[in-house]
């Protein structure tokens, strides 16, 4: 018997990235290097952060010793914010970024985009969630409603906000 196309199904996942302000100004260059990777841009947002909206974006770290610093930067210049699709996306897209200190990615992981494009630890190049669950808060942030549920199949992909 035979399951036509059954082995084209394969089970997607969401993650909310973003081109932080030192490289936005090359987005369309990191957005080719993201979909050369094989992950769909299914919602693109530029956006020049408020202090409020970096530092509510950024509650985890309120307190720490970088916090201002990092408000400061993320609100230095516009954002590009991506809604991103691939099987396996969240740990995936991490990968892609590499390690979270310019430094340290230069060294270990010479290919990622942090290596690239950040030029020192809080010019980081990009963002992206670090869980499903910061995934969710992430991606409803940006693009409000439940949107990282909405699509499982590779099948099913279609953009769902474009601006
Ligand atoms: P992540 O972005 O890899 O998830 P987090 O620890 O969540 O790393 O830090 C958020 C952001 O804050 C980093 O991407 C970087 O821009 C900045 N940051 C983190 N740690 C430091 C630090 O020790 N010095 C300066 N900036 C930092």
């Not at 082995?7 to 957005?31: F, H, Q, W």
Request: hydrophobic residues 40%; contains cysteine.
């Amino acid at each position: 018997r035979l399951f036509t196309g059954a082995s084209l199904v394969r089970t997607n996942e969401r993650t909310l990235a973003m081109i932080k302000p030192c490289t936005s100004g090359r987005a369309a260059e990191v957005i080719a290097e993201i979909e050369a990777a094989g992950f769909v841009v299914c919602a693109k947002k530029e956006h020049q952060m408020s202090v409020p909206q970096a530092s509510e974006f950024y509650a985890e770290h309120d307190g720490k010793e970088f916090f201002k610093g990092l408000v400061d930067f993320m609100t230095s210049g516009p954002v590009v914010a991506l809604l991103l699709e691939k099987p396996n996306a969240i740990k995936e897209w991490r990968a892609l970024m590499g390690p979270t200190a310019t430094s340290k990615a230069k060294e270990e992981a010479p290919d990622s985009l942090r290596a690239k494009y950040g030029t020192d630890n809080t010019k980081n190049a990009t963002h992206g969630s670090d869980s499903f669950v910061s995934a969710a808060r992430e991606a409803a942030f940006w693009f409000g409603g439940p949107v990282l549920a909405a699509e499982k199949t590779l099948a099913m992909i279609k953009p769902i906000v474009s601006e």
